[in-house]
């Protein structure tokens, strides 16, 4: 240790390129505190026995801080991408049951490999192939499907066999079932949450709600549900899959593995522009997906990154990607006296998830859309329609989403625009829009039709100002149609062609229509 810059501590231990400062030291042990009953709670999210997200948070952030480009990445058991994993497995086997175990462990290593491939092939880009409406859209829908899958139990009911929707809606109509002691477990949970998150980053809120909700229980002889027998063991290592049900999960698989990537995408994207520094969306493809391995291997379920974990991560010192191999082993160290959890009320688990996603539901940023762009307001509320539509399996709302919002682009790429006028002997035409092979029909149509309503014309000026992009096919037929003009006996001239296709029309038109350059406003 040495002082540096007055009173500043600084530990640093080196090893073969490794740099482990002391702020990843605090930052890792802080966030550990979150991870733990985190953990247990996304692991019930996702249908898994609550012990599983102990085994999911012990290798996964340390494989990928081995890989991670960015610096505070926290990865490990997440809402949205355990809400996902459920929607893919519970259609396959009964939640909690052996053989849904054994499915999960399976469709982590299809989402681990998929990862892999696409950042070994630098797929990063994909990372930003969803675009801003269906990724609001579908956090959004996301975020009321996990509050109402945690309503029953944050009650204390039991719902009759439903859909997602159907079971918190039940729960919120049926107020003669409601039980106490869940309601205040629960609230009380949520409350210490949410409050303690303005009380600094390194305050325990989450760990004290969890200490606090268990003590109440045992103190007041407490008989609901609770996480139940948790094994006092490491995470088992295995390479025994269900492969015959491989061909069910590759699709959901490979949906997680780009759906669930855009909120870590995301994360490191915003902390490296905060801070100027480089972020490589491939290599974090990578560690996602070696993290997915590790959950796979050693009795997991499908992993993700965290945002509200990484944010704790930065605001608690973390200088290095090591801070997420720290967390990893203080949940490690934690395992042999994980049974103190398992008199844990799960309405203090639905407590810690609601106050972890409630921050998602975001109709204001869907209704906010109407500024900006009104076509984007059918993809976002249509992407929102159809994940709760096809709950539990959301990852349609997504495909859903994503096609609309290709639709929509390909409309508005068959938006062209041809405006007239006449000044003396003088035709003028404006042409806005895309010149593509898809519009050429359009411009073919209204070029022909406004020559012939406007016989008197002499020559012609054709601007081209108004084009975002010319391809060769709208290039070629635009020359076809000069071509024609001329010889109907107008002087043609073309105007403001566009810097980015001048190469293009330059080689189309040659010497021709005395092409010029678009107008300087100085």
């Not at 026995?49 to 801080?65: S, T």
């Not at 990724?135 to 996990?146: D, E, M």
């Not at 965290?306 to 991560?313: D, E, M, Q, T």
Request: hydrophobic share 55%; no cysteine; proline share 6%.
């Amino acid at each position: 240790m040495k002082v540096e810059a007055g009173r500043v501590w600084t530990t640093r231990w080196k090893r073969g390129g490794l740099r482990l400062e002391a702020g990843d030291l605090v930052a890792g042990v802080t966030v550990a505190l979150v991870l733990l009953p985190q953990s247990l709670a996304y692991a019930q999210l996702a249908g898994m026995p609550a012990y599983r997200g102990l085994y999911a948070a012990v290798l996964p952030p340390i494989v990928a801080a081995l890989f991670a480009s960015s610096p505070y990445l926290q990865t490990g058991p997440v809402a949205i991408t355990s809400i996902l994993a459920f929607g893919a497995l519970s259609a396959l086997a009964p939640p909690g049951s052996d053989e849904y175990v054994e499915l999960g462990l399976l469709l982590a290593l299809v989402v681990g490999v998929a990862r892999l491939v696409l950042g070994l092939l630098r797929g990063g880009v994909l990372a930003y192939l969803m675009s801003y409406p269906v990724l609001v859209g579908f956090t959004s829908a996301a975020a009321v499907l996990i509050v109402s899958s945690q309503l029953p139990t944050a009650l204390g009911v039991e719902p009759p066999v439903g859909g997602i929707l159907h079971s918190g809606a039940w729960a919120l109509a049926h107020p003669g079932a409601w039980e106490l002691s869940a309601i205040l477990l629960a609230a009380g949970v949520l409350a210490l949450v949410l409050l303690g998150g303005r009380l600094g980053p390194r305050f325990p809120a989450v760990l004290l709600a969890i200490v606090g909700a268990t003590l109440l229980a045992a103190a007041a002889d407490y008989g609901g549900s609770t996480v139940g027998p948790i094994p006092a063991s490491f995470p088992p290592l295995t390479l025994s899959f269900p492969w015959d049900s491989l061909g069910s999960l590759l699709l959901p698989g490979l949906v997680i593995a780009v759906v669930g990537f855009a909120e870590p995408a995301s994360i490191a994207r915003t902390f490296a522009a905060l801070e100027r520094k480089h972020w490589d969306s491939s290599r974090e493809f990578v560690s996602q997906g070696a993290a997915n391995v590790a959950a796979a291997v050693t009795g997991g379920f499908p992993v993700g990154g965290s945002f509200s974990r990484s944010a704790l991560n930065r605001r608690a010192g973390a200088r290095t990607r090591w801070s997420g191999a720290v967390t990893g082993f203080v949940v490690l160290a934690f395992l042999p006296f994980a049974g103190a959890l398992s008199s844990l009320p799960r309405a203090a688990l639905a407590g810690i998830v609601i106050a972890a996603v409630l921050g998602l539901i975001r109709i204001g940023s869907l209704l906010e859309l109407w500024r900006h762009a009104k076509p984007q307001v059918g993809v976002g509320w249509i992407t929102f329609a159809a994940t709760l539509a096809f709950a539990p399996h959301v990852e349609r709302g997504v495909i859903v989403g994503v096609a609309t919002a290709t639709a929509v682009h390909l409309w508005r790429e068959l938006l062209f625009d041809f405006d007239p006028w006449t000044e003396g002997e003088t035709l003028h035409v404006r042409l806005r829009g895309v010149l593509w092979f898809g519009t050429v029909g359009r411009l073919e149509e209204r070029f022909v039709r406004v020559l012939a309503a406007h016989p008197e014309a002499r020559s012609l000026a054709v601007h081209m100002g108004g084009l975002g992009r010319i391809d060769l096919t709208g290039a070629l037929a635009l020359r076809g149609l000069l071509e024609d003009a001329e010889q109907a006996g107008l002087a043609v001239e073309v105007q403001e062609v566009p810097p980015r296709a001048q190469g293009l029309m330059t080689r189309v038109l040659g010497s021709r229509f005395g092409i010029t350059p678009p107008r300087s406003d100085r």
